[in-house]
């Protein structure tokens, strides 16, 4: 476990401690930010971001209008890819689950940083993608989440290589899938698996304003729980185990534990997302499922809470099977279908003083926040890592109709570079 991870959550944390948590930023970084800041290539980067906005914006709409359906990235993932290579990127590729990855060494290497945005949107397979604008105002389903933070990384590899600018240590940009829904963050997970690049800091780009700095990891799992049994018809197999009346009782004792646990100790979340199930109104169905979210920012409510979801299940299973007057018995099935895990990030780790100050540069206030993001991932491991805001202005994020307005919008892309060749070094 690195040195910069300061600590999990657990069972004695106090919230009160959270709450108070320091966001001073240390006078050396303020300076090392001005400084740099200040040096001509920055600056002509800076200037080319600026201009260069016409060039994001086509990238920006392009990109959103390739649909990108969960586990179904593979052509956004391509198209990505060659935009890349056309701005002059030499070492790109696709690794194993569909990440895209972009190369740029530094001028000494022995250090990795990595800049990332995801490729996935939540929206299923034939959902209409096509952008249409008024005013200035732009509509999309995945319009901002996050395929403004791929346009933005498109922009950062432009102005890397025009500018000529060489990093002292590794540049990494990372484009992965599974960030959303039941994807599991498949994708960043494959990035720091064994399998993966050394990478030793980690910069995400997903959702907010300049200001945000997300460096508290919001922990997450998810299920299937399903009830199978025979089914049959509602009057002459009257007296079957019913799978419906089995997931209502499981539902019902897991909300009663659930809401009393909750009411108490670390913040912690539950939802039934999703219910299906049955073919008539005249049939006992002989499957019914649900899907559920639990969250947490402390890694042991979460476990504390599957064996709430447990002991519901397995209490509703045996009711609905004491009553059967016929036929076979209930079976049931829980499966984790996801596990974000949960962490915290100290102020003090370098990563996070520098895009603090470097917020603070831009006039904005920063905020360290919590998150499920692909950070997630690195902060549970210790890596240094924040999720920061893919700036403009937006909205009804997951929904058919979610906006997003170019207010300013080159300041995010400045900011995330200049937090980019300040970890890196210049």
């Not at 069972?11 to 200040?38: C, G, H, M, P, W």
């Not at 200001?211 to 509602?234: C, E, Q, T, W």
């Not at 979610?402 to 570079?417: S, T």
């Amino acid at each position: 476990m690195r040195k910069y991870l300061v600590f999990l959550f657990a069972a004695a944390f106090s919230i009160t401690v959270q709450a108070q948590e320091s966001t001073a930023i240390q006078n050396t970084f303020k300076k090392e930010i001005r400084t740099l800041s200040k040096r001509k290539v920055v600056q002509r980067a800076f200037d080319a971001i600026e201009q260069d906005d016409p060039f994001t914006m086509a990238q920006h709409i392009e990109l959103t209008e390739i649909a990108a359906p969960p586990f179904m990235e593979q052509e956004r993932a391509e198209a990505f890819a060659a935009k890349l290579r056309a701005v002059g990127i030499d070492s790109v590729w696709i690794d194993a689950v569909g990440n895209v990855m972009a190369y740029l060494p530094g001028s000494k290497g022995g250090k990795t940083v990595a800049l990332n945005a995801h490729l996935d949107t939540v929206f299923p397979e034939g959902t209409d993608v096509s952008v249409t604008q008024r005013n200035d105002t732009l509509f999309a389903p995945g319009i901002g989440d996050d395929t403004r933070g791929l346009a933005m990384l498109l922009t950062i590899a432009k102005t890397l290589k025009e500018q000529e600018i060489q990093t002292t240590s590794d540049v990494l940009l990372v484009a992965t899938v599974g960030e959303e829904g039941l994807g599991d963050l498949r994708g960043v997970k494959e990035v720091f698996s064994e399998r993966g690049p050394s990478i030793d800091s980690w910069i995400s780009i997903d959702g907010g304003n300049i200001g945000r700095v997300n460096n508290k990891a919001l922990g997450s799992y998810r299920y299937k729980v399903i009830f199978d049994g025979p089914g049959g018809h509602s009057w002459g197999a009257f007296g079957l185990a019913n799978p419906h009346h089995a997931l209502g009782s499981a539902m019902h004792h897991f909300v009663q534990a659930a809401d009393a646990y909750t009411k108490t100790g670390p913040r912690t979340s539950y939802n039934v997302g999703v219910i299906e199930g049955g073919t008539s109104v005249n049939s006992v169905p002989f499957s019914s499922s649900m899907l559920i979210d639990v969250r947490s920012i402390a890694p042991y409510r979460l476990d504390e809470m599957e064996a709430l979801l447990n002991q519901a299940v397995q209490q509703a299973l045996e009711e609905q099977n004491a009553i059967r007057r016929r036929g076979e018995a209930l079976t049931v099935s829980v499966e984790k279908i996801g596990n974000r895990p949960s962490g915290e990030l100290d102020p003090s780790v370098p990563l996070i003083q520098r895009a603090m100050a470097a917020t603070e540069h831009f006039g904005a206030v920063p905020e360290l926040t919590r998150g499920s993001t692909d950070s997630n991932i690195p902060i549970s491991l210790g890596v240094p890592a924040i999720t920061i805001g893919r700036g403009g202005r937006g909205g009804n994020a997951h929904s058919l109709d979610e906006w997003w307005v170019n207010d300013e919008g080159h300041k995010a892309i400045q900011l995330a570079l200049l937090i980019l060749v300040s970890e890196a070094g210049l």
